[in-house]
């Protein structure tokens, strides 16, 4: 049987993550099917009939499965879903945590699942440094006494505590 490589994703995610470099490599693993998930109700606002058929819809598409690929606006698969995908090998995650997309339960029971974490480590440590230092130098506020001033600001008089040195983050 040919392998079919599901993806849970949006369109636009899709083109945003995938290189056509990067889908030409999917599509020799087989056949690839964009499976956008149903948007999730806000706020715990019911389902409504059309909800219903899109998510039976996509819950169908994934028992074709042989592999899933998630994104972060992909609904939790859990183990009831895995289950009934009786060819799936593996769950590919394009972001860092898999929390809130595959159940702990499936991945205990041995379903294989990878993830973004350490290809994004790095620049999820450069924006949390980044913010660190901005909120050292007290950008937030400078800007915000600008924009209510539109005018010039004494940083020395106005922000004496702005810098890093000495500080301690957490």
């Not at 099917?33 to 009939?49: A, F, K």
């Not at 060819?87 to 860092?96: A, E, K, M, P």
Request: proline share 8%; with cysteine.
């Amino acid at each position: 049987m040919f392998p079919v490589v599901v993806v849970a994703m949006a369109p636009e995610r899709f083109e945003a993550f995938f290189a056509p470099d990067d889908v030409a490599r999917l599509r020799g693993l087989g056949e690839v099917r964009l499976v956008p998930p149903p948007t999730r109700p806000i706020d715990g606002e019911p389902l409504g009939r059309d909800d219903h058929v899109r998510m039976d819809s996509y819950q169908q598409a994934l028992t074709q499965a042989t592999v899933i690929v998630t994104g972060w606006e992909t609904p939790l698969i859990d183990a009831d879903q895995v289950a009934s995908c009786r060819d799936l090998r593996g769950v590919v995650h394009t972001g860092g945590s898999i929390r809130g997309h595959v159940a702990a339960e499936s991945i205990l029971a041995g379903l294989p699942v990878s993830s973004q974490t350490a290809g994004n480590a790095i620049a999820v440590t450069e924006f949390t440094l980044a913010q660190i230092l901005l909120g050292a130098k007290q950008v937030g506020q400078a800007t915000r006494a600008y924009r209510a001033r539109r005018g010039p600001i004494d940083p020395l008089t106005e922000f004496p505590l702005v810098g890093a040195e000495g500080s301690t983050v957490g």
